[in-house]
């Protein structure tokens, strides 16, 4: 199908394409390896100290970096993530990804390599496209007008997150849709705020195998999604059996929280509450590098540049996640929570 850069394997469940690895700062230049494939997506977070997330990409490039924790724009960071590797990615010198002693963790997937021109939307995009393993990286510019933009997969994205990242984006949210929610709903990645409604956000359309709706756009707090010549950056999944899953579930309020079956074990799970019902809602980021065995206490937060956490205990098992406490940010009684889960691929 034109326009879409593919990404085969013969392994199953998407092949190699993500893994988290764990390394400290040396503050120099340095190389992080044993990733197990070049990544095309980057997310860095300091586990020792209160800095915020970095977020890079292969189609906005090296050293362009977003900030998952607050509404600012793209800034270019020359001694930030300089380069993608065979096996993992080089660093600067920049404190905020390489301080000297300090512990960081990066989560690491795989989409399709340098970007193809997509014109199987209304908007034409950039795309990096892993079709084997539901992901792939979206770039476009908004028009100000209800449109549709090709996200280069075969199936419809589950998840979507979507940011401007032009130099006049300060303030501008990072816009969430799940298909849990419908195609009326949005969510705020750098907030704890609850699940909102907008016709503006996604045209009050589901997105389809070839493209995702945009509305009329504007500055409207959830209607940022294709603001008229403004640049977009946006992230797509759908589920692959055996290697991610996207869904939801309701909580219990009890220490024995709900079993969430994935089929296979995570090795990253992502957790947000959705309804408004408690105060705030933190997206609470688990996985199994920080932890290598149950349960999973050592916790970061998206919308957050606190340093690592221990609370929000998990279990991952071999088909399924556990709740294990009763924290309304992930088990709130009656509460209802989206998640995003990637397999233990190392």
Known sequence: ?????????????????????????????????????????????????????????????????LVSNTAAAETTEANGLT????????????????NSGATYVAWCWKSGGAAVTNTEGSITSDVSAN???????????????????????????????YKQISSSATGKNWVIYASPLGNTKFMLLNATASE???SDAWNNTSPTSTVFSVGIGGDAFGSQTNVSGKE????????????????????????????????FEPGFVMIKRTSADASGGNWIIKDNKRN?????????????????????????????????????????????????AFANQF
């Not at 539901?134 to 998840?159: I, N």
């Not at 221990?310 to 309304?328: H, K, P, R």
């Open 1 to 65: 199908m034109f326009g879409k850069r593919l990404i085969k394997s013969n392994d199953e469940g998407g092949g190699a394409s993500f893994n988290t690895v764990l390394y400290t700062g040396n503050g120099s230049t340095q190389s992080i390896t044993g990733v197990g494939f070049q990544p095309d997506f980057v997310w860095i977070k300091s586990r020792s100290a209160a800095t915020s997330h970095k977020l890079t990409d292969i189609v906005r490039g090296t050293t362009k970096a």
């Open 83 to 98: 380069a993608f590797g065979s096996d993992g990615f080089t660093l600067g010198t920049d404190s905020v990804y390489n």
């Open 131 to 161: 079709v084997d393993a539901g992901f792939s990286v979206v770039k476009h510019t908004g028009t100000g007008a209800a449109a549709t933009v090709g996200h280069g997969l075969s199936s419809a994205p589950e998840l979507i997150i």
């Open 196 to 198: 909102s409604t907008d």
């Open 232 to 263: 977009n950056i946006v992230y797509c999944f759908h589920s692959v059996a055996g290697f991610s899953k996207f869904g939801s579930y309701s909580g219990n309020g009890s220490a024995t929280g709900p079993t969430v079956t994935t089929d």
């Open 292 to 340: 290598t065995s149950n349960p999973r206490t050592k916790t970061l937060i998206a919308n957050s540049l606190s340093a690592e956490l221990t609370e929000y205990d998990v279990d991952f098992n071999a088909t399924s996640f556990q709740i294990l406490n009763a924290d309304v940010d992930i088990n709130k009684n009656g509460g209802t929570y989206i998640y995003m």
